[in-house]
């Protein structure tokens, strides 16, 4: 399978957030989102073998236990559901991260397995493509999450949300783009009395560089 990049950190947003985390980025997706930071993983990769990769996540990740599964897209891959049937047979917890244009209903579900489903706001050009049919199979255990850009995002999700009943479903998340920048985010949150979680993306602090700086979105 092609792989981008394999790495261990730390889960940088959502439900897990904090958590060491050993990171299996795939190759290839299937949606070009406006605000999209990891367009690197849209083509190219190198190709590795399922046996490969669980080489490297043993040797990385055995003190740790679990692993994320990202992309791109994982789960257009032909593989993706072998290696996480490996991870799971080999006791590690793994977080699937998906983008939401994809039915889930296909792949291993269990108590050992996350799955991060995003839906995508209009600000992202890819609303009109999302599978809302994968609300109706989160679990507990899972999480949704919303990317939003401004206002018009915001009160979409918020309609996503209580039509799906979201809130006694599963874990519901909105994290501003770019991952930082949330005072309005979370002002609206408060003004609405939505009971979710707002999650910043840790991960670009963490690890901010001093060529890299962090962007700040106006919410206006």
């Not at 439900?15 to 990171?23: E, L």
């Not at 244009?101 to 706001?121: A, E, G, Q, T, W």
């Not at 899972?142 to 479903?169: C, E, H, N, P, T």
Request: include cysteine; charged fraction near 30%.
């Amino acid at each position: 399978m092609k792989i981008t990049e394999t790495f261990l950190s730390i889960q940088g947003e959502g439900i897990h957030s904090g958590i060491p985390s050993f990171f299996v980025r795939l190759s290839g997706c299937n949606l070009r989102c406006s605000y999209c930071d990891t367009k690197y993983s849209y083509s190219g990769g190198d190709e590795r073998s399922i046996k490969d990769i669980m080489s490297e996540v043993k040797e990385k990740s055995a003190d740790f236990k679990l692993v994320c599964i990202t992309g791109g897209e994982p789960l257009i891959k032909k593989d993706t559901k072998e290696l996480i049937n490996v991870l799971i047979k080999n006791k590690f917890k793994v977080d699937i991260e998906t983008n939401g244009s994809v039915l889930i209903d296909r792949f291993p579900n269990s108590n050992h397995i996350m799955y991060s489903l995003d839906i995508k706001c209009p600000s992202s050009k890819m609303s009109k493509r999302m599978k809302l049919e994968n609300l109706y199979l989160l679990k507990k255990k899972d999480q949704v999450k919303f990317i939003i850009g401004d206002r018009k995002d915001f009160l979409y999700a918020k309609s996503i949300v209580l039509k799906y009943g979201l809130i006694k479903k599963t874990n519901v998340i909105f994290s501003p783009i770019g991952g930082v920048y949330a005072n309005k985010l979370v002002r609206w949150v408060l003004q609405k009395k939505l009971n979710i979680r707002v999650s910043l993306q840790i991960h670009k602090v963490i690890w901010k560089s001093e060529k890299e700086e962090l962007q700040l979105v106006d919410y206006e």
